[in-house]
Nanobody, 115 residues
Framework: VQLQASGGGLVQAGGSLRLSCVTSGFNFDDYSIGWFRQAPGKQRELVAT???????FYVDSVKGRFTISRDNAKNMVYLQMNSLKPEDTAVYYC??????????WGQGTLVTVSS
């Protein structure tokens, strides 16, 4: 099983980034996928999820700014991040969950938002 996040970088406040998560080794169509982030000195937090059926969830702090989507043909998930704020600075991770537990995790990608 592999998940690999990419697309991070340095962006100014108000800018946009699109993160990608490529997956392999499990039945992607049956899994929910989530994006998490961990800022320096803070605990990892859930950012957004998308179920196998396409239902999405967002933490309040990113609602209206971030959009999660999935491409089942490519086994990939995306996180479009707009109107970025300095407080969005973190390492972003993607994870996969068949039902209740986030079983599989990828390496993160660093997003840095400058003010």
């Amino acid at each position: 099983v592999q998940l690999q996040a990419s697309g991070g970088g340095l962006v100014q406040a108000g800018g946009s980034l699109r993160l990608s998560c490529v997956t392999s080794g499990f039945n992607f169509d049956d899994y929910s996928i989530g994006w998490f982030r961990q800022a320096p000195g803070k605990q990892r937090e859930l950012v957004a999820t998308i179920t196998a059926g396409g239902t999405t969830f967002y933490v309040d702090s990113v609602k209206g700014r971030f959009t999660i989507s999935r491409d089942n043909a490519k086994n990939m998930v995306y996180l479009q991040m707009n109107s970025l704020k300095p407080e969005d600075t973190a390492v972003y991770y993607c994870a996969a969950r068949p039902r209740y537990t986030w079983n599989y995790w990828g390496q993160g990608t660093l997003v840095t938002v400058s003010s």
